[in-house]
């Protein structure tokens, strides 16, 4: 028995170190549908990683290889004036290889890191096939690079991990990394003059600098059609995400198949090796970047004789001093290490506010107190389990129930099924703080400008006012049953305001407003999502008989239809045409009464033929900020139809003003006032110049955010939609139709780098093949990738 023992230890060994051990051999194989979406057949999750990876790699390995860099905290060494100083600092300290591999990777399930292992090792299996010189080119490349390196799981693990802090600390590093402390260990006093300059100090000025991600760029469409609404008595769903179109914050499409493990097609965020927006045989489900707050701010009373210390009930606590070491170019080829300082609190980082406002800063602040940030997503790594779970999900109530873990850091989630139910909920990670406890907890001039202006701001001095826990939720944050959600069988949708307008007729009232905001003006753009919903039910759009179907839903998206021209277009044009002397308002008097023309003769349309949107943009960037715009005020009881009319009364005088400035900015680009919108707005790929219609977030559904450049027009897309989707179901197979605007690869020498924004561009799109024989009639490419 003893030499049996000895022989099976041998054995177990030798399997060991010849890497048939799972997490040392890998295979996939990989199928290529029309436009390179890859489709990963794997019998594991370790497999299904690897497949990924690989696929992935060979259309993005530069964009995710410059994530890792940035998430190591070495942009200023390797990509100079792209990188950021600030973020080096925070995440050298906050993405250490120990927390990670700690809170990252071993806390995970086992199918988990298998599938992290796996997708690692398929990025690596391409570099090695490939070679650095071999790698793609052009502006998000990376060939011949000297970052270019074999990645580690934990090196994944820290880009997930900043892309949970994408609207809280990753958007605040300045703030963080620009900490000044005392110089002296004196009393420090309350500066009068100071505090009575707050008065003078704009909420919107302060919430402008705050850092955090402008709606445009991670905003969102989503409608979910239940059976009532729906002309198949099944579930529909529309996914239109918007997000940049350059650098990580990008979509990536593919499918992958591990047959009853998990069998989902749509897209995932670069770096993120599981489908976060997508559908399967019975579910299908989007996102939309919600209201809720991700952090709170908390101010601390000093230790009057020293400021290196703070009131916490009865005792004073030291802040911490923690050193990080930075890497940075030296000379020539060298590199040298700088130290920086942090300073930390229980609650977490004492914040610089001069990012925000000059008079607000200093350590203390005008107020003799300091503020500190606290962050709910900074020990989030429930993510990938959270997006796993629904994927695998197949039916509402098991979808519903993978949500109560609570691992979506900033999203609502809206999501149809099969079986025809429709649901919308704002199950994510936010601070457990309620409206009382706001009530009583915000003290003081200072964390009311703040908590008015950017963040909810509490007494740092006061253990009642921590955050408080859910019983079976996360520590501190909201449970899924205190958390606005709505169930129907009619509709629900979201295009970024909160939760309280999910359905006109099923109004959510009396959430925390850490959550989002009730009762208040929606944007435009969510008035178009609704109102279009209500004219596609009571068949008053001219699109066939009432109720959603695929088909209908698909025309809607690119109808490229603008709320805004629609509720002011008539009054402005009588207002423009009403004007005798243009040479009082702008020296281009010819090119004004010629915009005049244009828009009168403009179709209100934000497609490539129109003409007349780029003088209706620049109008709108300034008329928006007018307080004095609308002439019939919000009514709580009509949010889809108020505010509306242009107050061309007491607010005339400035409405043609702005119409004069934004005909002066075109002049100025040299734009024409005839240019055709598809001249105008265009993506650049290789030479070719590709027409991209619709326009911004901030006046119409279908959005495409770009700058006016001069001599060109608006060809520097910064974000809007990407990654569409519009799924039902009518027989076995899910009835599923994508796109995805930017296309699939970043590498100017793939033939996936353009195909589908050409195809976007003609309003076109990808039946998605998700069923065998449907991904079998569109192969394009097949391969086995093994390890």
């Known amino acids: 028995m003893r030499v049996f023992n000895i022989l099976l230890i041998s054995i177990l060994s030798s399997l060991l170190i010849t890497g048939c051990k799972d997490g040392d051999k890998y295979y996939a194989d990989i199928v290529r549908t029309d436009y390179g979406i890859p489709h990963i057949k794997a019998n594991s999750w370790k ?3 690897f497949g990924l990876g690989y696929a992935y790699a060979e259309d993005n390995f530069c964009v995710l290889m410059k994530a890792v860099v940035r998430a190591n905290g070495q942009s200023v060494r390797f990509l100079g004036e792209e990188g950021s100083l600030a973020d080096d600092i925070v995440f050298t300290y906050y993405n250490t290889d120990a927390v990670m591999q700690r809170e990252g990777i071993e806390s995970q399930p086992k199918h988990v890191r298998r599938l992290l292992r796996g997708y690692t090792a398929g990025l690596n299996r391409y570099l090695k096939d490939t070679g650095v010189e071999n790698l793609a080119g052009g502006e998000e490349g990376c060939r011949d690079a000297e970052w270019v390196r074999e990645l580690r799981v934990v090196d994944i693990v820290k880009v997930l991990h900043n892309k949970a802090l994408r609207s809280s600390t990753q958007s605040l590093t300045p703030l963080i990394a620009g900490v000044e402390p005392p110089s002296s260990q004196s009393a420090q006093r309350v500066n009068p003059d100071a505090v009575r300059a707050l008065s003078a100090i704009s909420p919107q000025d302060i919430a402008a600098n705050m850092g955090l991600p402008k709606d445009s760029q991670i905003g969102s469409n989503a409608y979910a059609i239940g059976a009532n609404a729906s002309q198949n008595n099944s579930g529909l769903l529309l996914g239109n995400p918007h997000f940049p179109w350059t650098g990580e914050d990008r979509f990536y499409m593919f499918h992958l198949d ?10 995932g965020l670069h770096g993120f090796p599981v489908v976060n927006v997508g559908f399967n045989n019975d579910i299908a489900w989007t996102h939309t970047v919600s209201t809720g707050s991700r952090f709170t701010l908390y101010e601390l009373t000093l230790n009057p004789d020293n400021p290196f210390q703070y009131l916490y009930d009865d005792e004073y606590r030291d802040i911490e001093k923690v050193t990080v070491n930075v890497e940075m170019p030296g000379a020539g080829d060298g590199v040298v290490t700088r130290p920086y300082d942090l300073y930390l609190t229980h609650f977490g980082p004492v914040i610089n506010l001069a990012g925000v406002d000059e008079s607000l800063g ?4 005008p107020f003799g107190t300091l503020v500190v940030l606290k962050d709910a997503n900074m020990m989030n790594f429930r993510t990938l389990s959270q997006w796993i779970e629904m994927g695998q999900a197949n039916s509402m109530d098991a979808f519903k129930e993978s949500l109560a873990r609570l691992g979506l850091p900033w999203v609502n989630t809206i999501a149809a099924s099969r079986g025809g ?12 703080v309620s409206q009382q406890k706001l009530g009583s907890c915000v003290r003081g001039q200072l964390a009311m400008l703040l908590t008015e202006a950017a963040a909810p701001t509490l007494d740092g001095s006061d253990s009642e006012c921590e955050w408080d826990s859910d019983e079976g939720a996360p520590r501190g944050v909201f449970g899924f049953e205190s958390l606005p959600q709505l169930s129907t069988r009619d509709y629900v949708a979201n295009a970024n305001d909160s939760y309280w307008l999910s359905n006109p007729g099923q109004l959510l009232e009396g959430f925390s407003p850490l959550i989002g905001e009730e009762r208040i003006a929606q944007a435009l753009r969510t008035r178009q999502t609704f109102i279009q919903a209500q004219q596609r039910i009571a068949a008053a759009d001219d699109l066939g008989a009432a109720g959603f179907n695929t088909g209908n839903m698909r025309t809607i998206m690119f109808d490229n239809r603008n709320l805004a021209a629609e509720l002011v277009l008539d009054d402005l044009v009588a207002v423009c045409k009403a004007v005798t002397d243009w040479s009082l308002l702008t020296v281009n008097t010819a090119q004004a009464a010629q915009a005049c023309d244009v828009l009168g003769q403009w179709d209100g349309f934000f497609n490539l033929e129109s003409i007349g949107p780029h003088i209706f943009t620049e109008f709108w960037l300034r008329a928006e900020q007018l307080p004095d715009l609308w002439a019939v005020p919000f009514d709580a009881a009509a949010p889809l139809t108020t505010p509306n009319t242009l107050n061309t009364g007491t607010a005339g005088i400035a409405i043609v003003q702005a119409l004069a400035a934004g005909i002066d900015a075109l002049v100025a680009a040299d734009i024409p006032m005839d240019r055709p919108w598809g001249q105008l707005q ?3 790929r290789n030479g070719e110049r590709i027409p991209i219609a619709g326009g911004r977030s901030s006046f119409m559904f279908s959005v495409t955010s770009s700058d006016l450049i001069l001599g060109e027009g608006y060809t520097s897309i910064e974000d809007g939609n990407s ?14 139709y994508g796109n995805l605007t930017y296309s699939q690869s970043t590498d100017p020498a793939s033939p996936h780098y353009a195909d589908l924004t050409r195809l976007y561009s003609q309003n076109g799109w990808i039946d998605m093949p998700y069923c065998d024989e449907a991904i079998e009639a569109a192969t394009i490419s097949k391969k086995r990738v093994r390890e």
Do not use: E, L, R
Request: charged share 15%.
């Open 682 to 684: 265009y993506s650049d």
């Open 362 to 365: 200093g350590w203390p602040t």
């Open 258 to 267: 591990m047959g009853d493990k998990y069998n989902v097609m749509g897209a």
């Open 47 to 49: 497999n299904a990683g």
């Open 723 to 736: 990654y569409i989707q519009v799924v039902s179901w009518d027989d076995h197979c899910p009835d599923a």
């Open 421 to 432: 139910d429709a649901f919308y909920g704002d199950i994510s990670v936010i601070p457990n």
